[in-house]
């Protein structure tokens, strides 16, 4: 009895831990937003995110490289490649593409990225698609048409190229996601993810200070805060819920957990951006989640 009511405990702080991950790494998007109503561009907001965020990570990555042993030539070269695909590029065409588009297509879209690992397996690996997986992607991209059509309907063909760059961004995690699995299972989650975004961190911050003059970086405490927000709460903070809730309940179940991401975007670009939530946007995001709910099923 008492070790059904610790599986119970384990569950629900699981899955509370998953909800909370993808809630906060949702919020990316409104802190990302407010931010460009302070006149930054894409390349200034995501430097002083990863400029916030470095310290936490280079220290577990230090912390990691003191308790195993060095990474092969092969290995360190294939970590960089994957630190520049999966956090740098992802995330700099992620916040591009805000840029253009609405916090709630942001998240939409980026909700398909398990449809691209899918997709990216049949083309390149040859692998053959299953009836029920024919119908989640019909369903996801159905929803996705319907709110993309909406979003066009308002805001012209901005949409257009902040949709393309989002769905780049999608894309190129997807292809992360296949390219790491191996070295996740060999070297370790945490020791993973803290490498490859000490090295995204770098290309930002490099990025920036080729791009950009040097005292952008001083700005008013607002700019400041919201940084360290967008760093700590929205990027530092999901990778470890995530990583915790993983542990607990499987990565399956943290997986349906964070379908309440697109919605919890939704309400708060509502709350913090004052975008507006109608009838197509919601029937469009219903359809998205229930079709990649289908295709975590499978």
Not at 78 to 95: H, M, T
Not at 117 to 142: M, N, T
Not at 236 to 247: D, H, I, K, N, W
């Amino acid at each position: 009895m008492q070790s059904v009511h610790l599986d119970r405990n384990n569950q629900l702080i699981g899955l509370s831990l998953a909800i909370a991950g993808a809630i906060l790494f949702s919020a990316k998007a409104i802190v990302a937003k407010l931010l460009y109503g302070y006149r930054l561009d894409a390349v200034t907001v995501i430097a002083f995110r990863m400029l916030f965020s470095l310290p936490i990570f280079a220290a577990i990555a230090w912390w990691q490289s003191r308790k195993h042993p060095l990474l092969s030539a092969p290995d360190r070269w294939r970590l960089f490649g994957l630190g520049l695909v999966g956090y740098y590029l992802s995330s700099f065409l992620d916040f591009l593409g805000l840029q253009y588009i609405s916090a709630g297509l942001e998240r939409l879209i980026l909700f398909l990225t398990p449809s691209f690992v899918l997709l990216i397996h049949v083309w390149w690996f040859k692998r053959q698609i299953r009836p029920i997986e024919y119908l989640s992607l019909g369903i996801a991209y159905a929803g996705i048409v319907l709110v993309f059509m909406h979003d066009l309907s308002f805001h012209g063909q901005q949409v257009v190229l902040g949709a393309g760059l989002v769905l780049g961004s999608a894309i190129a995690y997807a292809s992360y996601l296949i390219q790491s699995g191996e070295m996740v299972a060999r070297i370790g989650s945490l020791r993973l993810v803290s490498y490859a975004m000490c090295i995204s961190s770098a290309a930002c911050i490099l990025q920036f200070l080729l791009l950009r003059p040097v005292d952008l970086l001083i700005q008013a405490w607002p700019v400041l805060s919201l940084s360290l927000v967008n760093a700590i709460a929205c990027t530092v903070f999901p990778v470890f819920l995530t990583m915790f809730a993983v542990q607990k309940i499987g990565a399956p179940k943290a997986s349906q957990a964070g379908m309440i991401g697109p919605v919890s975007t939704l309400i708060l670009g509502y709350i913090f951006l004052n975008e507006v939530i109608t009838i197509w946007q919601f029937a469009g995001a219903s359809l998205v989640i229930f079709g990649m709910y289908l295709l975590s099923r499978k």
